[in-house]
Every structure is written in C-alpha cells, then in structure tokens.
C-alpha cells in the first residue's frame, strides 16, 4: 500500500516561498505520475501541477506558471513543488497524489479521478 507524506507547509508573507516535498516510503514512485492538488476554503480541490513518471513532462495550472516549479527525485522516492512569489491566493491546503501510469512520459491535472493514492494534506497559507 502506497503512502505518500506531505511536508515543508506553513505560513508566509506574501511574495515569499515554500518548498513542499512529498515522500512516499516503502513502495518506489517510479511507476507513479504524481500530482500536486489544492483546497481552499469555500472551493473545490483543483489541480496545480503534475509530473510524469520519469520527469520528462509537467504540467501547471494557468494561475501558478511561472512562480511554481514541480520536480522529482526517485533516488529520494520524493516529489517536490517549489512555490515562489507566493500570493494569499494560494493559500490552501495541499495534497500530493500518486496515479498508477503505464507511459512515462504523461500525466494530467484536468481530473484527479485518475490518482489512487492520495496523502493528508499539508496547509499552506499566504498572509502578512
């Protein structure tokens, strides 16, 4: 059973920066596509970012291109979403998921239907 950990939340002021990692033990994520999702308050959860399985692909959602950069280390077994030029917008709570992919080179953020595993969220909030 894979199980995903989130960290590296918290407060900022806005235009600051958080690095979140998300870490999966036991189980390689190697075979995984992974995505990073949010909630805020009042909203639906949306996607933000995904990797493909081996990193050659990513992809953003319009509002974070540009300031938030998702990467991967499988030597770590760990996904990172590195978040700059914060804004209150982004204040959420933040998921990691894992999706089973048989291709390397996709993954998707326009539905989280596809993720089977999901971690417990860490917040993140953007405020002075």
């Known amino acids: 059973q894979l199980q995903l950990v989130e960290s590296g939340g918290g407060l900022v002021q806005p235009g600051g920066s958080l690095r979140l990692s998300c870490a999966a033990s036991?189980?390689?994520?190697?075979?995984?596509?992974i995505g990073w999702f949010r909630q805020a308050p009042g909203k639906e959860r949306e996607g933000v970012s995904c990797?493909?399985?081996?990193?050659?692909?990513?992809d953003y959602v319009d509002s974070v291109k540009g300031r938030f950069t998702i990467s991967r280390d499988n030597r770590k077994n760990t996904v990172y979403l590195q978040m700059n030029s914060l804004k209150p917008e982004d204040t959420a709570v933040y998921y990691c998921?894992?999706?089973?992919?048989?291709?390397?080179?996709?993954?998707?953020?326009?539905?989280?239907?596809?993720?089977?595993?999901w971690g417990q969220g860490t917040q993140v909030t953007v405020s002075s």
């Open positions: 990797v493909s399985r081996g990193g050659s692909t990513t």
């Open positions: 998921a894992a999706d089973f992919v048989a291709f390397r080179g996709v993954c998707t953020i326009a539905t989280e239907n596809t993720y089977d595993y």
């Open positions: 036991d189980v390689t994520l190697d075979n995984y596509a």
